[in-house]
């Protein structure tokens, strides 16, 4: 089988900071774009709702204004409600490598795990800082260096956390789950004989 | 780190070995299936040339984009984006030989109301589904997780996912619930107390008189909306209750091999000395009926309380979320609920979409008729709840009263049909999410409410407390017209 493992140890481009707490996938993705067999024309509808006024115009959304931006900065409990990897999905090709947040909501940051985005986590006022940088310096560079625990911008250098699993699986190139369960196919087998209720099942 | 818990049983029985990147792997014994999250897992699959490993553990149906009007089930179906959707999921169903309960099935329905009426969902498995609300299957005493289009590929390509071990938490509910008063309301009072994001890395276990009290669809409503609680599953232990409702079912194994099976079910039931991470209690003793105000199922209150005013949120990110959900609730704080126009009324979901919820709407709607200002739809969680309902003629009381009596589907939880909020329109919902957008409008309104709660906001016009339509004499709740026959 192939596999797309990469190694992941730094992401870096301009920033754009998406402000508010318990941002949820409907809003990220709304369902009425869920409709399509394929994640493809996902980026045209990241955020679709709130990126627009009344008469369908573009607003002064940050997704509207630092179109290009690589990292995008979060708040806290992002990514909450349904499981939906159409909302990362949205967001990785609209341009997003990698996030910085307060916090995520699990099911978020597995699919971001899933799809080799880091998502690194700060305190509230590191994170309000780096918004607030962005929006003084849209065109200024944003480091997340994975390996290090760090994201650098500007002359500032901030540590950030990043989850265990996350961390290793980006920088050893393992955020390929697929490939590395399928390896375990006799463990598996051996496991499912010993329950009682999938084998010699109903 | 929690011991002899129900989550640590069933995670030790399913874990596969420790991945080289710290996580478990996990075997799925269940894995749910539906139109939207699986076809570009299916698409992956292909990619890398892999077969689905457990097709025979793999059940699929049809839900978020399905039809609810009969006539709108003809096939092609009349949106071209649902009908690729529902032809994709046939079509990679049939070639990985995966049971798919379609239209014609009969069984037909919300995976998560479909899977525990049959019989898929016991006790002691690891369920799966490119769901959030996957947590539902708890009830039954097993570890339901959402999950992402990634990780369906996982699960079809290896019957795993990669997963991290959670906290415990162990949620004593206690007290007695009063008439009218029922198991969502229970698990939004959990939500009240505990907040959104108060699970986070923490799967609930439900314990408690006010939990062991609730039959297997009201545990079913609780663990459903364990996600709105920040909480990646939520279970009950299973009991007299579980297997009762267990037997007989069509998944179910019969006669010897029924109480083979229910040793296990029993051996997995936590413990008398587990040890959790964490134990709250949560005091439901006399709660009133609980409906949201706001725009996360946490801003929610006991009918009988007024909205809150954002300083009496400690947090900030409370007091943020308070200003916003009141600017597009239109509601200002101090005011009650109760009296809050009401446009459409929606029944159905994995929430409240079984048999005993429409019999709670039911009783309100007895002798009464739907404001006229009010769009009110009742939506079988699944085609044989409706079948049931309508054995019941219970479909009748919906019909009579004003209701329209649809097919099932998720339908107006999340708008991916034609049901949909239009404008800022105010839906009474026994859904389980109210975020802004998710009706299918972004101007749209809703609040979450119990069933009853639902029926009477429908006859009324408003939001209104359906206790009062449970003791109201010959044409009221069931106990009023044995009263008056004696
Ligand atoms: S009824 Fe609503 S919450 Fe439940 S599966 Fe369908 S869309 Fe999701």
């Given at each position: 089988?192939?596999?797309?493992?990469?190694?992941?140890?730094?992401?870096?481009?301009?920033?754009?900071?998406?402000?508010?707490?318990?941002?949820?996938?409907?809003?990220?993705?709304?369902?009425?774009?869920?409709?399509?067999?394929?994640?493809?024309?996902?980026?045209?509808?990241?955020?679709?709702?709130?990126?627009r006024?009344?008469?369908?115009?573009?607003?002064?959304?940050?997704l509207?204004?630092?179109?290009?931006?690589?990292?995008?900065?979060?708040n806290?409990?992002?990514?909450?409600?349904?499981?939906?990897?159409h909302?990362?999905?949205a967001?990785?090709?609209?341009?997003?490598?990698?996030?910085?947040?307060?916090?995520?909501?699990?099911?978020?940051?597995?699919?971001?795990?899933?799809?080799?985005?880091?998502?690194?986590?700060?305190?509230?006022?590191?994170?309000?800082?780096?918004?607030?940088?962005?929006e003084?310096?849209?065109?200024?560079e944003?480091?997340?260096?994975?390996?290090?625990?760090?994201?650098?911008?500007?002359?500032?250098?901030?540590?950030?956390?990043?989850?265990?699993?996350?961390?290793?699986?980006?920088?050893d190139?393992i955020?390929?789950?697929?490939?590395?369960?399928?390896?375990?196919?006799?463990?598996?087998?051996?496991?499912v004989a010993?329950?009682p209720?999938?084998?010699?099942?109903? | 780190?929690?011991?002899?818990t129900?989550?640590?049983?069933?995670?030790?029985?399913?874990?596969?070995?420790?991945?080289?990147?710290g996580?478990?792997q996990?075997?799925?014994?269940?894995?749910?299936?539906?139109?939207?999250?699986?076809?570009?897992?299916?698409?992956?699959?292909?990619?890398?040339?892999?077969?689905?490993?457990?097709?025979?553990?793999?059940?699929?149906?049809?839900d978020h984009?399905?039809?609810?009007?009969?006539d709108?089930?003809?096939?092609?179906?009349?949106?071209?984006?649902?009908?690729?959707?529902?032809?994709?999921?046939?079509?990679?169903?049939?070639?990985?030989?995966?049971?798919?309960?379609?239209?014609?099935?009969?069984?037909?329905?919300?995976?998560?109301?479909?899977?525990?009426?049959?019989?898929?969902?016991?006790?002691?498995?690891?369920v799966?589904?490119?769901?959030?609300?996957t947590?539902?299957?708890?009830?039954?005493?097993?570890?339901?997780?959402?999950i992402?289009?990634?990780?369906?590929?996982?699960?079809?390509?290896?019957?795993?996912?990669?997963?991290?071990?959670?906290k415990?938490?162990?949620?004593?509910?206690?007290?007695?619930?009063?008439?009218g008063?029922?198991?969502?309301?229970?698990?939004?009072?959990?939500?009240?107390?505990?907040?959104?994001?108060?699970?986070?890395?923490h799967?609930?276990?439900?314990?408690?008189?006010?939990?062991?009290?609730?039959?297997?669809?009201?545990?079913?409503?609780?663990?459903?909306?364990?996600i709105?609680?920040?909480?990646?599953?939520?279970?009950?232990?299973?009991?007299?209750?579980?297997?009762?409702?267990?037997?007989?079912?069509?998944?179910?194994?019969?006669?010897?091999?029924?109480?083979?099976?229910?040793?296990?079910?029993?051996?997995?039931?936590?413990?008398?000395?587990?040890?959790?991470?964490?134990?709250?209690?949560?005091?439901a003793?006399?709660?009133?009926?609980?409906?949201?105000?706001?725009?996360n199922?946490?801003?929610?209150i006991?009918?009988?309380?007024?909205?809150?005013?954002?300083?009496?949120?400690?947090?900030?990110?409370?007091?943020?979320?308070?200003?916003?959900?009141?600017?597009h609730?239109?509601?200002?704080?101090?005011?009650?609920?109760?009296?809050?126009?009401?446009?459409?009324?929606?029944?159905?979901?994995?929430?409240?979409?079984?048999?005993?919820?429409?019999?709670?709407?039911?009783?309100?709607?007895?002798?009464h008729?739907?404001?006229?200002g009010v769009?009110?739809?009742?939506?079988?969680?699944?085609?044989?709840?409706?079948?049931?309902?309508?054995?019941?003629?219970?479909?009748?009381?919906?019909?009579?009263?004003?209701?329209?009596?649809?097919?099932?589907?998720?339908?107006?939880?999340l708008?991916?049909?034609?049901?949909?909020?239009?404008?800022?329109?105010?839906?009474?919902?026994?859904?389980?999410?109210?975020?802004?957008?998710?009706?299918?409008?972004?101007?749209?309104?809703?609040?979450?409410?119990?069933?009853?709660?639902?029926?009477?906001?429908?006859?009324?016009?408003?939001?209104a407390?359906?206790?009062?339509?449970?003791?109201?004499?010959?044409?009221?709740?069931?106990?009023?017209?044995?009263?008056?026959?004696?």
């Open positions: 089988m192939s596999g797309d493992d990469q190694h992941i140890t730094e992401v870096s481009g301009t920033g754009v900071p998406i402000p508010g707490d318990d941002v949820d996938t409907d809003q990220i993705l709304p369902a009425k774009f869920m409709k399509e067999v394929t994640f493809d024309n996902m980026a045209d509808y990241l955020f679709y709702d709130a990126r006024d009344d008469d369908g115009e573009f607003n002064d959304h940050p509207n204004r630092f179109e290009g931006a690589s990292i995008a900065v979060v806290s409990n992002f990514g909450c409600g349904s499981s939906r990897e909302a990362p999905q967001m990785m090709r609209w341009g997003v490598d990698g996030v910085v947040g307060e916090s995520y909501a699990e099911i978020f940051r597995d699919n971001c795990k899933s799809l080799g985005i880091p998502a690194v986590t700060a305190d509230h006022e590191t994170v309000t800082e780096l918004q607030e940088w962005i003084a310096n849209p065109d200024g944003i480091d997340i260096d994975v390996e290090d625990e760090t994201v650098t911008y500007g002359d500032t250098v901030i540590d950030v956390d990043i989850d265990d699993a996350m961390r290793e699986a980006l920088v190139g955020w390929d789950t697929t490939s590395l369960m399928y390896s375990n196919r006799s463990k598996v087998e051996e496991t010993d329950l209720y999938a084998e010699g099942d109903d | 780190m929690s011991e002899g129900l989550y640590d049983k069933v995670w030790d029985r399913h874990k596969v070995t420790e991945l080289p990147n996580q478990d996990l075997f799925i014994g269940l894995h749910l299936v539906h139109e939207v999250t699986s076809p570009q897992a299916f698409g992956m699959l292909r990619e890398r040339d892999l077969e689905v490993a457990y097709p025979d553990r793999t059940f699929a149906t049809t984009i399905a039809p609810t009007e009969a709108k089930r003809e096939r092609p179906l009349a949106d071209d984006q649902a009908e690729e959707m529902l032809s994709a999921l046939e079509r990679n169903t049939d070639e990985s030989g995966i049971t798919f309960f379609g239209f014609e099935s009969g069984k037909q329905g919300i995976t998560h109301v479909v899977a525990p009426e049959l019989g898929l969902s016991q006790p002691g498995m690891t799966a589904c490119g769901d959030s609300h947590a539902t299957h708890g009830a039954f005493g097993s570890i339901g997780v959402g992402g289009t990634s990780q369906i590929r996982d699960v079809f390509a290896t019957g795993c996912i990669a997963a991290d071990k959670q415990v938490r162990r949620i004593e509910v206690e007290g007695e619930l009063g008439e008063v029922y198991a969502k309301d229970v698990i939004m009072k959990i939500i009240q107390d505990l907040g959104v994001d108060g699970g986070v890395g799967v609930y276990e439900y314990g408690g008189p006010a939990i062991e009290a609730l039959d297997m669809e009201g545990r079913l409503a609780v663990c459903n909306m364990s709105e609680g920040g909480a990646r599953a939520g279970y009950i232990n299973p009991d007299e209750t579980t297997y009762e409702y267990l037997k007989g079912r069509e998944y179910v194994p019969e006669g010897e091999a029924f109480e083979e099976r229910k040793a296990y079910w029993e051996s997995i039931a936590s413990d008398a000395d587990a040890e959790y991470d964490d134990v709250v209690t949560v005091d003793d006399g709660i009133d009926p609980l409906v949201t105000w706001g725009i199922p946490g801003q929610v006991e009918i009988s309380d007024v909205v809150p005013h954002p300083d009496d949120f400690e947090a900030r990110t409370d007091r943020e979320a308070a200003e916003q959900a009141l600017d609730m239109a509601v200002d704080p101090g005011q009650s609920m109760l009296g809050y126009d009401v446009d459409v009324a929606f029944l159905g979901t994995c929430t409240n979409g079984r048999v005993s919820d429409f019999e709670k709407a039911a009783a309100v709607l007895e002798g008729t739907v404001d006229e769009r009110a739809l009742a939506v079988p969680g699944s085609e044989s709840v409706r079948t049931e309902c309508e054995a019941r003629g219970l479909d009748e009381v919906f019909i009579n009263a004003g209701f329209q009596w649809r097919r099932a589907g998720c339908s107006m939880c708008a991916m049909n034609d049901d949909s909020l239009e404008g800022d329109e105010v839906c009474a919902s026994s859904s389980n999410r109210n975020f802004i957008g998710r009706q299918g409008s972004k101007d749209g309104r809703t609040v979450l409410m119990n069933p009853a709660m639902v029926a009477a906001a429908a006859v009324e016009g408003q939001v407390d359906a206790r009062e339509y449970l003791d109201e004499g010959p044409t009221g709740g069931a106990g009023g017209v044995e009263e008056v026959a004696d």
